[in-house]
């Protein structure tokens, strides 16, 4: 294969796939980012719950230290956006779906 021919194959495979590994791409960085925003609201969570097992069934015991962590205001924004670029990608990935679906016109019916 001559190097022209690979630069044509190339292009082609480009122009074929690149919507697709973009919409993949936003999918996936929203995807992390909620994920990601969600974990120390878990951890959160998971300490007032052996806090409460504590209270509850061993008092002499101390308890975890409290930690608050950032406001739920921003969990909240930091979410938001992660699921506006997950629907993006979805936008996309439908896009590129439609486009891929079209037939191209028949020339030779037109002739």
């Known amino acids: 294969m001559n190097k022209q021919s690979r630069l044509h194959a190339g292009r082609r495979y480009l122009s074929e796939y690149c919507g697709a590994a973009i ?7 929203g995807t992390y980012q909620v994920l ?5 609201p878990i951890a959160i969570g998971i ?20 930690y608050a ?6 969990f909240v924004r930091f979410a938001a956006v992660g699921f506006v670029v997950m629907t993006v990608g979805i936008l996309v ?17 037109n002739i």
Request: net charge neutral.
């Open 23 to 29: 919409a993949a791409g936003l999918i996936f960085g």
């Open 36 to 40: 990601n925003n969600l974990k120390e």
């Open 47 to 66: 300490i007032l719950l052996i806090n409460a097992i504590i209270r509850t069934g061993f008092r002499g015991v101390p308890q975890l230290p409290d």
């Open 69 to 74: 962590g950032m406001p739920w205001l921003l």
């Open 93 to 109: 990935g439908l896009w590129v779906n439609m486009q891929s679906q079209r037939q191209p016109p028949d020339s030779e019916a």
